[in-house]
């Protein structure tokens, strides 16, 4: 069964600093991997997906299919970026459902 | 701009009571998803639906139910209340084709 794994509940960085908050999943087949976030009183929405190779707010992730891995990174981190980040996947062909990870809070300090 | 909206912020409801839970896109999504959020556990997925009175089983359906009887409109339904069932309900949408979900704002439910 697909699995995503986030395993940093709280993590907290200085403003400046890079910051990178893992994420791995398992499942054998090809999946579709996503970053969701939630900024305070705001609703989830969509963050990056790995198909689409781009850079939202200065993050990038990158898929490694090796590592299982889909890491969310930056290299300064700004106050604004202090949110809950989910991992999430979902199978390329397949129902349209996402499986997410157990999320990481993610505070800058100023 | 997708819309999702749910029909309460807040919920207070005691155990046992019937409780409803109504989600509203107006996009003319086919599928959509019912979750609760809750801290260290992410989001579970309790029932999805792809079509008008189409619904499937998620992660985390027992003591919840769904109705789809319009395409705009899902609603979660729990049949008795419990006090296990306090948590934060997600409700998202999305277009046939695409992964990416569209999410409300969440009812915060306490069953006392």
């Known amino acids: 069964a697909q699995r995503v794994t986030q395993p940093e509940k709280l993590l907290s960085v200085f403003k400046g600093a890079p910051v990178e908050l893992k994420c791995n999943y398992s499942?054998?087949?090809?999946?579709?991997l996503f970053w969701y976030v939630q900024y305070s009183r705001q609703r989830l929405q969509l963050l990056l997906r790995?198909?689409s190779r781009e850079s939202i707010k200065g993050f990038t992730a990158d898929l490694n299919k090796g590592e299982t891995s889909f890491h969310l990174k930056k290299p300064f981190a700004q106050e604004e970026d202090s949110a809950m980040y989910y991992c999430a996947l979902t199978l390329i062909q397949g129902a349209q459902k996402l499986v997410f990870g157990q999320g990481t809070r993610l505070t800058i300090n100023p | 701009d997708v819309k999702v909206t749910q029909s309460s912020r807040y919920l207070v409801k005691r155990t046992g009571e019937k409780v409803f839970l109504e989600c509203v896109q107006d996009?003319?999504?086919?599928?959509m998803f019912w979750y609760r959020q809750d801290p260290g556990l992410g989001l579970r997925l309790i029932y999805f639906s792809y079509d008008v009175k189409m619904k499937e089983k998620g992660d985390i359906p027992e003591g919840y139910s769904v109705s789809r009887e319009k395409k705009e409109r899902f609603s979660l339904i729990l049949e008795s209340a419990s006090t296990n069932q306090t948590s934060m309900y997600l409700c998202?949408?999305?277009?046939?084709?695409?992964?990416?979900?569209?999410f409300g704002p969440g009812t915060r439910l306490t069953v006392t």
């Open positions: 996009m003319d999504h086919e599928n």
């Open positions: 499942y054998s087949g090809s999946p579709e």
């Open positions: 790995h198909i």
């Open positions: 998202a949408s999305s277009t046939g084709n695409s992964y990416e979900q569209y």
